[in-house]
């Protein structure tokens, strides 16, 4: 058994079983030339927007499905199975709809909804800079500043994903002579084929690789008022909880594929001398069991999140949402290592999916909020102090 088990809607589960058939048929057996050859999945994203689930957390009114926090969870759950990255990048892309639906005009919301509907537009988040992190407090240094009716972007950005993918960049920025971050967080979507925008080329790492989060550099772009999303700090205070929700639903996705793998090599492995497959062996049903008990814990905190993500004060989502990243994230690399553990020497194999899986595995940890802040957050809540996912400097 395998998968995020609520029972949805037949208008939403139709979605669900689309994005499985995908996931099995057309992601998973490309994910190991993407992850070797460290590149986008440009594939996946064609496949994702002929079928319509590019569109996933678009509004049903531009066109899009429109799809609730528990059927986008368990949808992504199943993208990531198939291919890690595609479910990471998608979450990132899907944050920027929600974050647009929050900040963003009606007029804004149609160009760029309609833009994912009828021409595959793919959004991208660059919010990560070197020399700040957001597991202390975040500093803003990327500068924009208004000149001649347009706005001049500057800075420098790290942790990019969908670089070369992405059509838009939706990217923060501190307005030239604001003193405060409530005055001067400036939210702007640019498209990525503006003139001053350089790709460097820096991403070569052990995991995630088909994200190609490579660093950029924004040399005096040019930004037109209507690219502007939102108010000055208009985004602080907003439900960013999409985030950690995406995060959940991936390394959920990639606990999974683990499982999966492990199951089916003990069910058809059988050795020299033995009558039965090594799943008949006491010793390896009892290390199933104890992978099928890990994943469950983190598919429930999923589900409790998606269910109840709209209907809670922001501490006790606070909570849920860091939890539940905890959990699914240290499932994910504890399941392709134990998967790896089974499989013995075979599981060393590249030709095995499980290194793969506990490589990606690995940048869970460390993604915001890393979950050692994870921890932390969810001790100060439980204690009855005062906690947040993501502080401004």
């Known amino acids: 058994m395998s ?55 678009v509004p049903r009114e531009y066109g899009g499905i429109g799809a609730d926090s528990l059927t986008y969870v368990t949808i992504l759950s199943k993208i990531s199975r198939g291919c890690a990255a595609t479910g990471l990048t998608f979450n990132m892309h899907s944050a920027i709809v929600d974050f647009m639906l929050q900040i963003a005009t009606k007029e804004q919301q149609e160009r760029y909804f309609r833009a994912v509907v009828e021409d595959g537009a793919i959004f991208s988040s660059i919010t990560s800079e070197p020399g700040s992190s957001f597991r202390d407090k975040l500093a803003v240094r990327t500068s924009i500043r208004e000149e001649n009716g347009v706005y ?73 008022p209507d690219e502007v999303i939102g108010e000055p700090g208009s985004i602080l205070g907003k439900d960013m909880s999409i985030w950690s929700l995406g995060y959940t639903a991936v390394y959920i996705g990639i606990a999974e594929a683990a499982y999966e793998f492990t199951v089916d090599y003990a069910k058809k492995t059988k050795f020299r001398g033995m009558d ?34 709209g209907n809670l004060d922001p501490k006790e989502l606070t909570f849920i949402l860091n939890q539940a990243k905890y959990l699914a994230t240290e499932a994910a690399k504890e399941l392709a290592e134990r998967g790896m553990r089974l499989c013995g020497g075979r599981g060393l194999l590249r030709s095995f999916p499980l290194e793969r899986h506990l490589r990606d595995a690995m940048a869970g940890l460390v993604m915001p909020p890393a979950n050692d802040r994870c921890l932390e957050t969810v001790g100060k809540i439980a204690l009855g102090l005062d906690a947040k996912t993501l502080e401004f400097e």
């Not at 420098?156 to 994903?161: A, E, G, N, R």
């Open 276 to 309: 039965q497959s090594i799943a008949h062996s006491d010793r390896i049903q009892r290390q199933i069991g104890e992978m099928s008990m890990l994943i469950e814990n983190a598919r429930r905190a999923a589900e409790k999140l998606g269910m109840l993500r």
């Open 152 to 224: 001049i972007l500057n800075g420098k950005k790290h942790f990019c994903s969908l670089s070369t993918g992405a059509t838009h960049y939706f990217t923060w920025s501190f307005l030239d002579g604001a003193t405060d971050i409530r005055d001067g967080l400036l939210n702007v979507m640019i498209p990525a084929d503006r003139p001053g925008i350089e790709i460097i080329h820096d991403w070569d790492t052990v995991g995630m690789r088909g994200t190609v989060s490579n660093s950029m550099d924004f040399r005096d772009v040019e930004v037109k």
């Open 3 to 57: 998968g995020i088990g609520v029972q949805l809607p037949p208008e939403n589960q139709k979605w669900v079983d689309l994005a499985d058939s995908l996931s099995r048929q057309k992601f998973a057996p490309r994910a190991k030339e993407i992850d070797e050859e460290s590149r986008f999945p440009t594939e996946n994203y064609e496949d994702l927007a002929k079928s319509g689930l590019l569109a996933l957390s």
